[in-house]
């Protein structure tokens, strides 16, 4: 049997499991708090993951944060071949282990070994979620948000374990042939005509360039530009802005400024400048053989009704062809904009894990406001109204606080 604690010799580690998988071969698991990361990084060497998932994305997110975390690993043959890194807060009166990121993190897929990651199995899986109870009986709930179905071809093992769509439907491109043949399914004469009717007004406005940020303060320019022009839409739409919390802001800035050390940088920042101003952003992650825009924001100005967004899409999409890239993926969210390109629809799952009774009922009213949810987002006349009631009770409340 394998050892679990030999690999992290020298320091205490907050449990270990052992078992022999369907396959016969042993699997052990370790857990522990922050300083456990190397575990962590030890799957992600050689392994597959989505963006939200890397290790830089956690290390960021740790070093703003400074979040309660929990780290678990199977490990075989003293190697970490899948692990998994929690952020554990309290959502009212449950203790949850959740992604670390929040809403910001999407398409997930934890660290798994490319070789391993088919042999991994239910009973691995259960392994580790009792370790992690043993480790940490404070935790109420496991919830595993926003899950990709696989990556490369490969399935995402933590749908192994009972899942629930997720209501948010994330729309993408198909790069099959590159740009000429995606423009000949996808009306390429009426966009190319768009688009050139685009760039002769912001030629007349006082010329145009499209940037990608390739400097911390190139980063710090148009994520400030982006910051301030999400806040003015969420607040006319009358969202919470998830972009508002400084410790929010300066992950990002960390994670975008970080990426531009790597030769293919893993995180990337587009902007379409326009008379010396920005007047459309992107932020962008890169995925295997797709090119994942993660947010996107336009200035509310006299240039808003050229479409800034859309010319910067267009271009991004473009140079996505050009690189070779599959898919042109935007995220979550179905929006017109969006649907003017995407011709393929992304599912991603829930896994919820209760360990405690009151875990229990927490996921039980999850489900039901995930079904809720759900119901509401794909009823057109439903969720027309309720994005309407709220740009009219924000209006309103910018009346009254005036």
């Known amino acids: 049997m394998v050892d679990a604690a030999a690999p992290l010799a020298g320091r205490p580690v907050g449990a270990t499991a052992e078992t022999t998988g369907r396959n016969g071969a042993a699997t052990s698991v370790a857990v522990g708090t922050s300083d456990r990361l190397e575990i962590y990084a030890e799957a992600a060497a050689d392994g597959l993951y989505s963006p939200a998932q890397s290790p830089l994305w956690i290390g960021s997110w740790l070093a703003e944060k400074r979040a309660d975390i929990v780290v678990a ?23 949850t282990a959740s992604f670390m990121g929040g809403r910001h993190a999407n398409g997930n897929f934890v660290p798994v070994s490319r070789a391993d990651a088919r042999s991994i199995s239910i009973d691995d899986l259960g392994l580790l979620i009792g370790a992690i109870r043993k480790t940490r009986p404070d935790i109420d709930l496991i919830a595993f948000e926003r899950l990709a179905t696989d990556i490369a071809g490969i399935p995402n093992p933590l749908l192994l374990l009972p899942s629930q769509q997720s209501p948010n439907l994330s729309l993408a491109v198909d790069l099959a042939g590159g740009f000429d043949a995606l423009l000949a399914r996808a009306g390429g004469k009426r966009k190319r005509k768009k688009h050139r009717s685009q760039t002769r007004k912001f030629e007349a406005a006082g010329g145009f360039r499209r940037l990608e940020a390739r400097t911390p303060a190139e980063v710090d ?56 101003r920005i007047r459309a952003v992107t932020g962008s992650s890169r995925c295997h053989d797709r090119l994942i825009c993660e947010f996107g924001a336009i200035a509310e100005d006299d240039l808003a009704f050229a479409s800034p967004g859309e010319f910067l899409f267009f271009d991004n999409i473009e140079e996505a062809c050009k690189e070779g890239l599959a898919v042109y993926d935007f995220s979550v969210g179905d929006e ?45 006349l439903v969720w027309t109204l309720v994005k309407t009631f709220r740009k009219k009770a924000a209006a309103q409340a910018e009346a009254t606080d005036d």
Request: charged share 25%; aromatic share 12%; with cysteine.
């Open 73 to 95: 690993a199977i490990r075989r043959e003293g190697h970490s071949i899948f692990s998994v890194a929690l952020e554990v807060a309290s959502r009212g009166p449950v203790r």
């Open 221 to 276: 320019e148009l994520l400030g530009a982006f910051f301030a022009m999400k806040a003015v839409r969420f607040g006319k739409m009358g969202i919470a802005d998830v972009f508002a919390d400084p410790e929010v802001q300066s992950f990002f800035r960390a994670i975008f400024s970080k990426s531009l050390a790597s030769a293919s940088p893993p995180f990337v920042l587009h902007a379409l400048e326009v008379a010396g």
């Open 336 to 380: 017109p904009y969006k649907r003017l390109w995407c011709d393929l629809e992304i599912r991603q799952f829930d896994v919820l894990v209760p360990l405690t009774l009151r875990g229990w009922v927490a996921a039980s009213l999850l489900r039901l406001k995930t079904r809720a949810k759900a119901f509401v987002k794909n009823n057109r």
